[in-house]
């Protein structure tokens, strides 16, 4: 193979790699977006160092739509309502981007049949 062809070829992959560094930077970053629901227990937040105006870490245990248990780790300003059920917007690569709190009822069928109204 000749040196011109070995640097085409070196070109080649060199794009083929930027190709793909770029397709997954926009699937973490724009990809499509999941919900994790979670009811807030504040004995299982922590404070942090306070960082980009975040000052509490909760790890709860969670549930995709499907009922599909899962584990949830997000960063709060504020202590949340105590039992409070959450709809966690999740993005792949970065995790939770944003939560907004749901009444009971409106939690998805499986969510709901997993953590009942009193648990």
Same mark, same amino acid.
Do not use: C
């Given at each position: 193979?000749?040196?011109?062809? *070995? ?9 083929? !790699? ?22 807030? %227990? ?9 960082? !980009? ?7 709860? %245990?969670?549930?995709? !739509? %499907? ?19 959450? %709809?966690?917007?999740? *993005? ?11 009444p009971f009822d409106?939690?998805?069928?499986p969510v709901r049949? *997993? ?5």
């Amino acid at each position: 193979m000749s040196s011109r062809a *070995k640097r085409l070829v070196g070109l080649g992959a060199a794009a083929l !790699a930027l190709a793909v560094l770029a397709a997954l930077a926009g699937w973490a970053l724009y990809g499509k977006p999941g919900h994790v629901y979670v009811r807030i %227990d504040n004995a299982r937040a922590t404070a942090i160092e306070p960082r !980009a105006g975040m000052e509490h870490e909760y790890r709860l %245990d969670g549930f995709s !739509a %499907d009922g599909a248990p899962t584990e949830a780790t997000f960063q709060t300003e504020r202590v949340l309502r105590e039992g409070a059920y959450l %709809d966690l917007e999740t *993005k792949p690569l970065r995790g939770v981007v944003g939560w907004e709190e749901v009444p009971f009822d409106e939690l998805p069928a499986p969510v709901r049949e *997993k953590m009942g109204q009193g648990a």
